[in-house]
T-cell receptor
Framework: AQSVTQLDSQVPVFEEAPVELRCNYSSSVSVYLFWYVQYPNQGLQLLLKYLSGSTLVKGINGFEAEFNKSQTSFHLRKPSVHISDTAEYFCAVRGGGAQKLVFGQGTRLTINP | NAGVTQTPKFRILKIGQSMTLQCTQDMNHNYMYWYRQDPGMGLKLIYYSVGAGITDKGEVPNGYNVSRSTTEDFPLRLELAAPSQTSVYFC?????????????FGPGTRLTVT
């Protein structure tokens, strides 16, 4: 079975500062990894996903994530955040043959001016 | 395309009442899902469906029922509402399941049971 741990429940940063949201997963099989974003009072929207190939994945809104198999991590990064990035971010994993997505607990990103 | 739509957006129920949360998708997706989101707990899968007429339990199915009579609709039924069912409910769909296929989410229904 797969599981996901998001190491920070809240991350406050200043506008234009870089940010990293951490995600670790456990799985005994090859995995597909996803980051979703939830803006206030909205549903979840896909930011990016890792399927195979290059370990650096670029997504929407300037976000990127790096898949590290040896450390079983899939951390999300942005070099310079904007107030509009204020949201909750969810990491999710799916094992190769599984149907279901397993979500982490979420990280609330707060941007201070 | 409207994508995944959910109604109502908000609802307050008294303990013991029943209600149906509606979910419709217009993307001709085979797979549909219901999740609940509790603060600090991420999303938990309640039920899912692999096609019209076929449903299966997720992690937290107790207290809920679903049906899938058409490809487009996947309603979630609460029969005897309890305070523990206070949550935000999300419906999602995907064309295929498994592997790299992403899920598309509706805007959610915020339910309070008092």
């Amino acid at each position: 079975a797969q599981s996901v741990t998001q190491l920070d429940s809240q991350v406050p940063v200043f506008e234009e500062a870089p940010v990293e949201l951490r995600c670790n997963y456990s799985s005994s099989v090859s995995v597909y990894l996803f980051w979703y974003v939830q803006y206030p009072n909205q549903g979840l929207q896909l930011l990016l996903k890792y399927l195979s190939g290059s370990t650096l994945v670029k997504g929407i809104n300037g976000f990127e994530a790096e898949f590290n198999k040896s450390q079983t991590s899939f951390h999300l990064r942005k070099p310079s955040v904007h107030i509009s990035d204020t949201a909750e971010y969810f990491c999710a994993v799916r094992g190769g043959g599984a149907q279901k997505l397993v979500f982490g607990q979420g990280t609330r990103l707060t941007i201070n001016p | 395309n409207a994508g995944v739509t959910q109604t109502p957006k908000f609802r307050i129920l008294k303990i013991g009442q029943s209600m149906t949360l509606q979910c419709t998708q217009d993307m001709n997706h085979n797979y549909m899902y219901w999740y609940r989101q509790d603060p600090g707990m991420g999303l938990k899968l309640i039920y899912y469906s692999v096609g019209a007429g076929i449903t299966d339990k997720g992690e937290v199915p107790n207290g809920y029922n679903v049906s899938r009579s058409t490809t487009e609709d996947f309603p979630l039924r609460l029969e005897l509402a309890a305070p523990s069912q206070t949550s935000v409910y999300f419906c999602a769909s995907s064309y295929l399941s498994g592997g790299p296929n992403e899920q598309y989410f509706g805007p959610g229904t915020r339910l309070t049971v008092t």
